[in-house]
């Protein structure tokens, strides 16, 4: 019992505890509670009055002698086992011997089952629903939350918060009740999971790479590959990150080479917990940077959800002016390199209560947090919103068996929205050290009714080139919606020094990538999704800027015989605009081309007013018209020779070279 404090408040009550047998105003009675009490044995008030005694001498005791007036209590039981306020007074004080807090649970049951009306154990029917929702015992805890609601004089939002916990309880058995999903969860073999608590897992795009929070006395970052075997013995993620201070809950770029991840209590830091940065150049990780007074407040900033291109930023933060408790906030990365001011995701998303750990997928679009304030089992529950234009859903609790009454947090779901990873926290055996819950790495194959609520993207891994020199290129890989080209869906870029890049590409038949690098003629893919191989690493060779080499703008159509551009040409026209926009030293010939077939002098005309009609497009949409000019060639220049249709369609074209 060395470890009793003599604290005189045990969960709110003195230890002054008035008499258990006091007078109470009697409402009239039925003849046969009358009946009894008129009966009561002379024998049973002695001993019962002697136990009141003997509960005042052990109240006193307990004011400088935590450990002899817990053997008094259990004398007091000896005398009369039916005296309730020893057991509630037992079941306090082995519930501060960290070792005995499970045994503390009997006692405070048996209390409460000896005398229901006793208002002095209310608090006792709380800690007994709040003991079995934790456990998933929804029939006990509800029967314990109801029994503290009867009382009455609550303190309203306490009255609130109670009922929240029982409808919990009722929402699960509601759930698992109709629930036939044999969809289970596995923990993540050892090495991983290889001591009590390790959390927040993040991956890699390809999923060959995880990175977690192992505590250790204090937290710290992990890494792991996953290898032909299974996965590697984790180590520590970098000495640059890890310090003797707590760092974890990160989030990791799609191609592995930007982290985000929280650090609390460092000399830099702005609040309790910050946000830092740190990029990995060639395979080493940088010094990391605070993400400064933008991003962090004097408050709490923790749990970083950085989307797959590194642009836009989720984070969790107590910061005023929001919601409720903790919610979740987002900022994005300008054109300049700079977070804007984070704004909060609105009562559509956070609550009065705590929402967490925020998972942005790869499709930037589907939002996956944990939450402890809206209909769960209990706990934090995972939950789902999407992001059409610049509204968010009504998040959808992604249910059982992903969500049960422990926590679940730290999501991730794989690019194709099959698989996900996420930290389950569990109740550990009482121990000395007061550590009474651990958290293991699960994962989860996700059944099709998860699956369709995530539209899947694809993993593109490539490596940009010099065409003529076959050198890695520094380039930016641009992914574009057809409907709005001048409007990129999300941006990545290469390895500086390997010209290696990852690219996450929609699901979605209007979207391409543009390719680009200083000096060069930028490249167009277009990814047919029904013939991707994943993971599968392209070879993208672009041609440096020559005065003799032209691009052809292949999607820039004539009406048959005329200059008359068709409506389909203006996607591929508005990327060029775009690419003028920001090469604002290039200039440009226009060149229109013909087939050989009809009179060559009319195919001159026909090809030049072509090249015309596209320099006009051009300066109509801002583009300087000293910068442009066109040339007609007729069918002097042809790609291929006109043997075939097939080649007379290909030569006729438009086209642009750099000349300057």
Not at 168 to 180: G, M, R, S, T
Not at 556 to 569: D, K, Y
Not at 574 to 594: A, C, M, P, Q, W
Request: with cysteine; hydrophobic share 35%.
């Amino acid at each position: 019992m060395a470890r009793f404090v003599t604290d005189s408040q045990i969960h709110g009550y003195s230890i002054a505890f008035r008499p258990y047998f006091r007078s109470r105003a009697l409402p009239l009675l039925h003849s046969f509670l009358l009946f009894l009490v008129v009966f009561i044995s002379t024998a049973q008030k002695r001993v019962q009055k002697h136990a009141q005694k003997e509960f005042e001498a052990a109240n006193r005791t307990l004011q400088f002698n935590p450990e002899q007036a817990l053997k008094e209590f259990r004398q007091i039981l000896i005398l009369d086992s039916t005296f309730a306020p020893a057991y509630m007074r037992i079941g306090q004080l082995l519930e501060r011997d960290l070792t005995q807090k499970g045994t503390a649970i009997n006692f405070y049951e048996k209390a409460v089952e000896l005398d229901s009306t006793e208002i002095a154990f209310k608090n006792l029917y709380e800690i007994l629903g709040k003991h079995y929702l934790a456990r998933g015992v929804y029939s006990k805890a509800v029967r314990f939350f109801q029994g503290y609601l009867k009382f009455p004089g609550t303190y309203l939002p306490h009255q609130q918060n109670i009922q929240r916990y029982l409808s919990q309880c009722l929402y699960a058995q509601k759930v698992l009740a109709v629930n036939a999903d044999s969809t289970s969860r596995f923990s993540l073999p050892s090495p991983i999971n290889g001591n009590d608590f390790q959390s927040y897992p993040v991956l890699t795009a390809d999923l060959k790479t995880l990175i977690f929070t192992r505590f250790r006395g204090d937290e710290d970052l992990f890494v792991s590959q996953k290898e032909e075997t299974g996965w590697s013995v984790p180590r520590s993620l970098s000495p640059i990150i890890n310090t003797d201070k707590n760092e974890g809950t990160c989030s990791v770029s799609a191609d592995g080479n930007t982290l985000v991840f929280t650090a609390c209590h460092r000399p830099d830091g702005l609040g309790s917990c910050d946000l830092y940065i740190s990029k990995r150049i060639s395979q080493t990780w940088q010094l990391p940077q605070n993400l400064g007074p933008i991003i962090n407040s004097q408050n709490w900033e923790s749990q970083p959800g950085l989307s797959a291109d590194g642009r836009t930023l989720y984070f969790s933060s107590d910061r005023p002016l929001g919601v409720g408790g903790k919610d979740i906030w987002v900022a994005q990365l300008d054109t300049s390199g700079v977070w804007t001011s984070p704004q909060n995701l609105g009562k559509t998303v956070n609550t009065a209560f705590d929402e967490i750990s925020p998972f942005i997928h790869s499709n930037n679009e589907s939002l996956f947090f944990a939450s402890d304030g809206r209909e769960g089992m209990g706990g934090f529950d995972v939950y789902l919103s999407k992001l059409t234009d610049i509204h968010w859903s009504v998040p959808i609790n992604l249910g059982y068996p992903l969500n049960d009454f422990a926590d679940q947090q730290g999501f991730y779901i794989a690019p194709d929205c099959k698989q996900a990873f996420y930290s389950y926290k569990y109740k550990l055996a009482d121990k000395e050290d007061g550590i009474t819950a651990g958290s293991k790495i699960c994962y989860l194959q996700l059944p099709d009714t998860l699956a369709a609520l995530c539209p899947r993207t694809f993993v593109l891994k490539g490596k940009v080139l010099d065409a003529e020199i076959r050198k890695p290129l520094k380039a930016t890989l641009t992914i574009h919606n057809q409907s709005i080209p001048s409007f990129p869906l999300s941006v990545y870029a290469t390895n500086d020094s390997t010209g290696e890049c990852v690219v996450i590409f929609p699901n979605r038949a209007d979207a391409f990538v543009l390719v680009e690098s200083s000096g060069y003629y930028p490249k167009i893919l277009r990814v047919d999704s029904a013939t991707i191989t994943e993971n599968e690493e392209m070879e993208i060779a672009l041609v440096r800027f020559h005065s003799d080499k032209s691009e052809v703008l292949k999607n820039v159509l004539f009406v048959l015989g005329s200059a008359e551009l068709e409506a389909v040409s203006s996607g591929e026209l508005d990327r060029l605009v775009y690419f003028l926009e920001k090469n604002k030293s290039v200039k440009l010939i226009i060149e229109g081309h013909t087939d050989d077939l009809g009179d060559s002098k009319y195919n001159e005309l026909l090809s030049l007013d072509r090249a015309k009609k596209v320099v006009h497009y051009l300066i109509v949409n801002g583009v300087d018209s000293k910068r442009l000019r066109a040339e007609g060639f007729g069918y002097r220049k042809p790609l291929i020779h006109n043997k075939s249709e097939e080649a007379r369609r290909l030569n006729r074209r438009v086209s642009w070279r750099v000349i300057e």
